[in-house]
């Protein structure tokens, strides 16, 4: 049998190969493959080389590339495309997952219904964060917004099968159907090399010099770095020696580096850009003295995850699943400059509170040991396959 996922994701090229850093074949596709025959991705495919990316095709693991439109102007010019390509996509061998929220697996879910064809979902997200005021900059951003929460809600209500990235935080808001099985686990692979062998000892930070790191893409202002570097330029009014790394690219690069001139912290802010591979990813984290995460949205951070893991203290929001992560000593309302300059001044106070957010942290990420969630992510594709059995489509 095969399972066709659906998602919004932008997927783009390594070597003229659809590529992702996230749903790529190690990372994604071939754990589908212990269950299913074969996997097909469908995704937007955008014609950038990105050799920091890996390929998402392999083994028993097919793409199918949709427009790389931007925006719901660019998305209404190409839903003939749209529509033709996910109408092929209906056969009476094949299973569905819907990683909702998202316009194309929304667009899909409808299809699916009328057609009277199952499908499952995965929540990733809550588009009541994501289109938030703030996160996103469009006149129509509330209409959209109160769609698309209907829409999910909607989907986790006629799915056979639902998972979660969160624990309680996105169900709350979107609950599974009734006697329906459901799940929670993460797409995150932490391996043993993803961790480091203990937590932070009180000789590895420098309070007096200290060193923030936060990992977001910039496609939108979704991860708050332009909330961070208002924060750092307050810390540093106050006396702060402070410096800021920030790693990931996007549209608003341009805007979050004109920002970091106007506050006065240019010489203070690096901004480092994508990344090859993890390993590099993780040589920044260990370096730093804080993982600051300060977004307007989350599902469950794969970026604090993978912090947590190295053993950082790490400071975030109180939105999507970060509270199942982090204390609450360590969370900070979004948005809030003042809370989260004080977040940043309290931890600089003391070495000793660091040690204790490290080892706290460090053990919390064991919680997400791919060997601990593969068992979750096993059962759900199981009830996928079986609950998706239909003889056949209108």
Known sequence: MR?????????????????????????????????????????????????????????????????????????????????????????????????????????????????????????????????????????????????????????????VTSMYVTKKSLQIHYPPALNKPTYSYTDLVLNDSSYVSSARSNSSFNINKPVIVNVGMMVQLYKGQDVLLEAVKCCVTLGLDVSLRLIGDGEYRQYLEDLAVQYGIKDRVVFVGKLLGGDAVQREIDKCDIFALPSRQEGLPRALMEAMARGAPC????????????????????????????????????????????????????????????KQRMAFYKDVKKLSRVSEYD
């Open 3 to 159: 399972c066709v996922t659906i998602m919004d994701g932008r997927f783009t090229l390594a070597n003229g190969q659809p590529a992702s850093h996230h749903m790529n074949y190690d990372s994604f596709c071939k754990h589908f493959l212990e269950v299913f025959d074969e996997v097909v991705v469908v995704g937007r495919l955008f014609d950038i080389e990105d050799p920091a990316a890996k390929p998402v095709t392999g083994d028993r693991a097919r793409f199918i590339p949709l427009p790389s439109y931007s925006g719901p102007i660019q998305f209404a010019k190409n839903i003939i495309r749209i529509i033709k390509t996910l109408n092929s996509l209906f056969d009476s061998n094949t299973v569905y997952i819907l990683r909702v929220p998202g316009t194309i697996p929304s667009l899909f879910s409808l299809m699916a219904f009328l057609r009277k064809a199952p499908f499952a979902t995965q929540c990733v997200a809550d588009p009541a964060d994501q289109l938030g005021k703030g996160s996103v900059h469009h006149p129509l951003r509330r209409l959209f917004r109160s769609l698309f929460i209907h829409i999910l809600r909607w989907q986790c209500q006629h799915s």
């Open 315 to 374: 400071f975030g929001t109180t939105v999507g699943g970060i509270p199942e992560l982090l204390p609450e000593e360590c969370l900070v309302p979004a948005g809030n400059v003042g809370a989260l300059t004080d977040k940043i001044m309290n931890f600089c106070k003391d070495s000793k509170k660091l040690v204790r957010y490290s080892e706290e942290n460090f053990a919390k990420a064991h919680e997400y040991h791919f060997e601990v969630v593969s």
